[in-house]
């Protein structure tokens, strides 16, 4: 009985939750634009999350350097748009070019490294990107950050739109790599990397493959952010708390799940909330925030929500 409501009940769940978002912009007002600000910012991070979910659920690929791939997105279409008049079509384009070599690159470090050590690795790698985009100031200003002109930006109901756009086409796009072909090889070398290496799987390739999948996202993301901030500085896009945010919300939620980056946004939410309470009387809150709930996240539900919920229900049709 049980089984047979658990399913039709996380549906209607998730198209009530849509119908929310898509009649939100409908009644403007002032409480209206604050809660679409927030639902934005959930939604920018769970598309980013579902992106890292790719490369570090499924395949087990802990990268904490995430966001270079969203820098490299962000300021290939600042760049290209305010230095160079590039349609903004080619600017997306040459975003996801450098994104696709550097997921490339730290492909072929991953085939010597895993673990920790490739998370550190991919930490540096966002290091001197972050550091390259402060230096060459004759090409992206410095600190001072490049600033859109108003012709190439989105207003703030179309970034919303764009989002949301975004976020139904990972978790699309999530579910039929999950259970494709690559979802499979990917879970595999989750597992057991040389097992699947014994039995003649190309685990260098898969990994390149799902990397370059995964940094693909996140660089149309950056430009989408781009787009939207009208300004792009390199603590804004190369910042290790973006790749943070993408960790523990998929962490939250349950890595390699189709959903687990949905059921994490609780952590953007509770985050948005305490800054906005506390942000300015105590510094550094939302760190504290972030700490808490990852202690939390760890000793009760370590493989997330999602993975807490499925034994619940098997137990309850049982």
């Known amino acids: 009985m049980h089984r047979n409501l658990a399913r039709p ?37 769970v598309y980013l999350a579902q992106a890292w979910n790719l490369a570090g659920g499924l395949a087990g690929l802990f990268s904490l350097g995430h966001s270079a791939y969203f820098g490299i997105g962000a300021y290939a279409y600042a760049v290209g748009v305010a230095k160079y008049g590039l349609p903004p079509l080619a600017c997306f384009a040459i975003g996801l070019f450098l994104s696709a070599v550097l997921a490339v690159i730290t492909g072929l470090i991953s085939t010597r490294l895993s673990g920790m050590f490739f998370a550190m690795v991919t930490l540096g790698l966002n290091e001197i990107l972050l550091n390259l985009a402060s230096q060459l100031t004759w090409l992206t200003k410095g600190d001072a950050g490049t600033y859109l002109r108003k012709q190439f930006t989105i207003s703030f109901t179309t970034a919303y739109w764009v989002f949301f756009g975004l976020c139904i086409a990972a978790f699309v796009l999530m579910a ?63 910042s290790f708390s973006i790749s943070i945010k993408m960790l523990i919300v998929t962490m939250i939620g349950g890595m390699g799940t189709v959903f687990g980056p949905l059921a994490g946004a609780v952590l953007i939410v509770f985050d948005e909330l305490v800054r906005a309470w506390l942000g300015s009387s105590f510094g550094g809150v939302s760190l504290v925030a972030y700490g808490t709930i990852l202690v939390i996240c760890v000793l009760f539900l370590p493989k997330g929500i999602m993975e807490r919920l499925r034994p619940a229900s098997r137990e309850a049709s049982s």
């Open 176 to 238: 039929l790599i999950r259970h494709s072909k690559l979802g499979t090889l990917c879970v595999a070398i989750k597992e057991n990397e040389a097992f699947s290496r014994a039995i003649g799987v190309n685990t260098g390739l898969w990994k390149i493959v799902i990397l370059l999948i995964s940094a693909a996202m996140v660089s149309i993301g950056g430009g989408f952010f781009a787009m939207y901030q009208g300004i792009v500085a390199p603590t804004m896009v190369f």
């Open 9 to 45: 009940v996380g549906i209607a769940i998730i198209v009530g939750l849509i119908g929310v978002l898509l009649t939100l912009p409908l009644f403007p007002s002032p409480s209206t634009t604050y809660f679409m600000g927030l639902i934005l910012q959930v939604m920018l991070f």
